[in-house]
């Protein structure tokens, strides 16, 4: 079983980084199917890092690939300008060699932030996009934040949600099984109440603090 910490670095083969910003979940298939890694320091490059990519440990991920070929698989998010000379309509500004987002884009060697600039996620259709952080709602009221998942390597499958649950002085990470989700509106919805969730006992590790 692997667990995968949103908010972990990431590195690639050739010692390029990043942090795991997100984790991308076929709900359908109850599967991960990317991690979205953003490099360290550049907003709106992150991509969709697909799973098999990925190597998880608790305190790092590590990705099979090279920084050309990170630059190269397709974006999670676009930073657009919405001022650039010579157009009419936002367009996105990447360095030189980074896969664009769409049309219309311009090649530029850094993203600097400015007032005028927005980043615009982007999921696979049919998927969802979970944050570290992102809220997790009982049946019957908010329970806690998302923190981590639990991932069969093999099969993809996401058996279980880690939860961190309680205020600050008691905290604790609870596993919450991946059946027990109903949804992902606004977060993630369970089919739990927050007893129940309570009752369950405290994830077994709590990698990444």
């Known amino acids: 079983m692997v667990t995968l910490v949103i908010g972990t670095g990431a590195v690639c083969r050739d010692g390029y980084r990043g942090v795991v910003r997100a984790a991308v979940i076929d709900p359908a298939a109850r599967a991960i199917t990317h991690v979205v890694v953003e490099p360290e320091g550049r907003a709106g490059l992150a991509r969709l890092v697909p799973f098999d990519l990925v190597d998880a440990t608790p305190d790092q991920i590590r990705l099979r690939c090279t920084e050309a070929e990170f630059a190269s698989l397709e974006p999670a998010e676009e930073t657009l300008a919405e001022f650039v000379p010579g157009y009419g309509v936002p367009v996105q500004l990447l360095p030189p060699g980074w896969r664009a987002a769409g049309e219309p884009a311009v090649e530029g060697g850094t993203i600097s932030r ?96």
């Open 114 to 209: 400015v007032p005028e600039m927005e980043t615009v996620d982007i999921v696979p259709a049919g998927e969802v996009e979970e944050h570290r952080g992102d809220h997790v709602h009982a049946a019957d009221g908010d329970i806690g934040q998302v923190h981590a998942l639990r991932i069969d390597p093999g099969s993809r499958q996401v058996t279980h949600v880690l939860v961190r649950e309680g205020h600050l002085w008691a905290r604790k990470d609870v596993a919450v099984p991946f059946d027990k989700v109903a949804g992902f509106d606004d977060g993630i919805r369970l089919s739990l109440t927050r007893q129940q969730v309570q009752d369950l006992p405290p994830a077994d590790s709590d990698p990444g603090g």
